[in-house]
């Protein structure tokens, strides 16, 4: 369809009206913790045995090398190359009772105790993904993750030791400004490697959209070609993660295996074949003002 620009009178069409993406969304899908400080997200994919990260968009696979065990030094951390594109955002949730949200300061995580960093600016929103059953214990852990800042009290007035709720294991960030093709670089990797090979040039552009923008997908998953029909995985998955946090030792997370079957049937399938394990999310500023 062909429009008339009423000003200069020339012609132009729809598409070339879209042809500077202004949004990004970046989904997130894996057992990650993602520590939300100082305006930066640091995406931290957990030393999770058999599994590998790739980056995925409308046209591309691109595989994003990691740790497979402990470094000493360092490990593999990744970045947008433009780094004001996308802008960072005010942050806000479009749901936070899908989403584990532990409210506390932490230090940054160790590189070298992750399968690999992604160190990217606050999104303007987060937004639940994939939102599974779990049943979430305390067990005198501290600290512990909250449904809302002021809902953090059981019905006999005592501090919830549990969640027994749906929780996401997935985000979405998205960032309503980013002017410029998402590119990725390393920011570091292990000293005892030699350095690595460019990544590929990331074509994130959606395909069918209009108005057009970038879409790309971080994804962690596990080479198995055998479902976790009993939550094994996850189960690992999120010990691996809570590894990363302190004070979280003590947390365990229970899946409902009463029905074999039906956990994979739900939402994974043989291809590809996902864990499960809810997404931990680190926000030192939940239940503050907003940023």
């Given at each position: 369809?062909?429009?008339?620009?009423?000003?200069?009178?020339?012609?132009?069409?729809?598409?070339?009206?879209?042809?500077?993406?202004?949004?990004?969304?970046?989904?997130?899908?894996?057992?990650?913790?993602?520590?939300?400080?100082?305006?930066?997200?640091?995406?931290?994919?957990?030393?999770?045995?058999?599994?590998?990260?790739?980056?995925?968009t409308d046209s591309q696979d691109v595989f994003l090398s990691g740790l497979n065990g402990p470094a000493k030094d360092k490990g593999y951390v990744y970045a947008f190359k433009d780094?004001?594109s996308p802008t960072a955002g005010k942050l806000r949730y479009h749901n936070p009772r899908e989403v584990i949200i532990a409210p506390f300061e932490m230090n940054p995580c160790n590189?070298?105790?992750?399968?690999?960093?992604?160190?990217?600016?606050?999104?303007?929103?987060?937004?639940?993904?994939?939102?599974?059953?779990?049943?979430?214990?305390?067990?005198?852990?501290?600290?512990?993750?909250?449904?809302?800042?002021?809902?953090?009290?059981?019905?006999?007035?005592?501090?919830?030791?549990?969640?027994?709720?749906?929780?996401?294991?997935?985000?979405?960030?998205?960032?309503?400004?980013?002017?410029?093709?998402?590119?990725?670089?390393?920011?570091?990797?292990?000293?005892?490697?030699?350095?690595?090979?460019?990544?590929?040039?990331?074509?994130?552009?959606?395909?069918?959209?209009?108005?057009?923008?970038?879409?790309?997908?971080?994804?962690?998953?596990?080479?198995?070609?055998?479902?976790?029909?009993?939550?094994?995985?996850?189960?690992?998955?999120?010990?691996?993660?809570?590894?990363?946090?302190?004070?979280?030792?003590?947390?365990?997370?229970?899946?409902?295996?009463?029905?074999?079957?039906?956990?994979?049937?739900?939402?994974?399938?043989?291809?590809?074949?996902?864990?499960?394990?809810?997404v931990v999310v680190v926000d030192e500023f939940f239940g503050r003002e907003l940023r």
């Amino acid at each position: 369809m062909r429009t008339k620009n009423k000003k200069n009178g020339k012609q132009k069409t729809s598409t070339e009206s879209c042809d500077k993406p202004l949004q990004l969304v970046l989904d997130l899908i894996g057992p990650f913790v993602a520590h939300l400080y100082k305006g930066k997200a640091r995406i931290h994919a957990a030393l999770c045995e058999g599994h590998h990260a790739n980056i995925l968009t409308d046209s591309q696979d691109v595989f994003l090398s990691g740790l497979n065990g402990p470094a000493k030094d360092k490990g593999y951390v990744y970045a947008f190359k433009d780094e004001k594109s996308p802008t960072a955002g005010k942050l806000r949730y479009h749901n936070p009772r899908e989403v584990i949200i532990a409210p506390f300061e932490m230090n940054p995580c160790n590189h070298g105790d992750c399968h690999l960093t992604f160190q990217i600016p606050y999104p303007d929103k987060v937004v639940g993904l994939l939102a599974e059953a779990i049943w979430m214990h305390r067990n005198g852990a501290e600290p512990w993750v909250v449904e809302d800042p002021k809902d953090d009290k059981s019905d006999d007035g005592g501090t919830k030791n549990f969640i027994n709720q749906p929780r996401a294991r997935g985000l979405r960030f998205i960032y309503s400004t980013c002017e410029k093709k998402p590119q990725i670089r390393f920011l570091e990797w292990p000293g005892s490697v030699k350095p690595p090979d460019p990544i590929p040039t990331i074509d994130a552009l959606t395909l069918g959209f209009e108005p057009a923008h970038y879409h790309i997908t971080l994804r962690y998953a596990s080479v198995s070609s055998t479902p976790d029909e009993h939550h094994e995985d996850a189960y690992n998955c999120f010990q691996s993660m809570r590894a990363l946090i302190p004070g979280a030792c003590k947390w365990r997370v229970d899946f409902d295996d009463t029905e074999v079957g039906t956990y994979t049937d739900n939402k994974t399938g043989s291809k590809p074949v996902d864990c499960g394990a809810a997404v931990v999310v680190v926000d030192e500023f939940f239940g503050r003002e907003l940023r």
